[in-house]
Nanobody
Framework: QVQLVESGGGLVQPGGSLRISCTASGFTFSMYAMRWYRQAPGQARDWVAGITTDARITKYADSVKGRFTISRDNAKNTVYLQMNSLKPEDTAVYYC???????????WGQGTQVVVSS
């Protein structure tokens, strides 16, 4: 059964750092591009960052460029999002997404809450 399990969320002060993780099972992780999305209360779910299957290409939303870094470890079936210089507006539930461009299959995790507040 397919699972994407996020972890590492929590409360952090403005200017702080946090790393969240997403571990996959039930499908061939290395064949899926991985993305992070986030959804703030009352807002739409927005794309944050993406990484190709071989990790050669990463892309970021303008709002997080230079502060967030996406990476993956295919041996561990895990994708990471390192978040630095966090701002209150980064507060959201963060979701990982796996996408296969050949089959158009995609899977979602259940989300992990990140709160940036003093």
């Amino acid at each position: 059964q397919v699972q994407l399990v996020e972890s590492g969320g929590g409360l952090v002060q403005p200017g702080g750092s946090l790393r969240i993780s997403c571990t996959a099972s039930g499908f061939t992780f290395s064949m899926y591009a991985m993305r992070w999305y986030r959804q703030a209360p009352g807002q739409a779910r927005d794309w944050v960052a993406g990484i190709t299957t071989d990790a050669r290409i990463t892309k970021y939303a303008d709002s997080v460029k230079g502060r967030f870094t996406i990476s993956r470890d295919n041996a561990k079936n895990t994708v990471y999002l390192q978040m630095n210089s966090l701002k209150p507006e980064d507060t959201a539930v963060y979701y990982c997404n796996a996408y296969n461009s050949w089959t158009s299959n995609q899977y979602w995790g259940q989300g992990t809450q990140v709160v940036v507040s003093s």
